[in-house]
């Protein structure tokens, strides 16, 4: 297949599958090329893709993905050690949004209680 009928499959750009044959994600070498120069692609192709993608979606950052794709692939013990550090970070994420949440919902509050509906921003807040 073409590269074009590939990103139709994985829904992935052209160029996101360029990029990541580019940064070693996907094994360019193992892809062969018909006498036109375009690529073509393999059913292992587009499967290392949609893991690709499946990782992404996970938040997994490129360079863990190369790291865990990689010519000696790592274990699957590997991937939910890296799904946990993905997990720390959303739930830290998670935890300064809520802060971030309460301190807006106090400061609505306290506006709206100060505020009369014309007043000026700069007597609202004080």
Not at 97 to 103: A, D, G
Request: include cysteine; charge should be positive; proline fraction near 1%.
């Amino acid at each position: 297949m073409r590269i074009g009928e590939v990103s139709r499959i994985v829904g992935v750009s052209n160029s996101a599958i360029r990029f990541y044959e580019r940064h070693g994600l996907l094994n360019a070498s193992g892809i062969t090329r018909a006498k036109n120069g375009y690529r073509v692609y393999g059913k292992g192709d587009i499967a290392e893709l949609q893991l690709i993608v499946k990782f992404k979606d996970f938040g997994l950052e490129l360079k863990e993905i190369k790291r865990l794709l990689g010519k000696e692939s790592k274990s699957c013990g590997d991937l939910v050690s890296s799904l946990d550090e993905q997990l720390d970070k959303c739930r830290k994420m998670e935890s300064l949004i809520r802060e971030r949440i309460n301190v807006l919902v106090a400061a609505k509050e306290s506006c709206k209680s100060k505020c009369k509906p014309k007043s000026n921003v700069r007597q609202c807040c004080v």
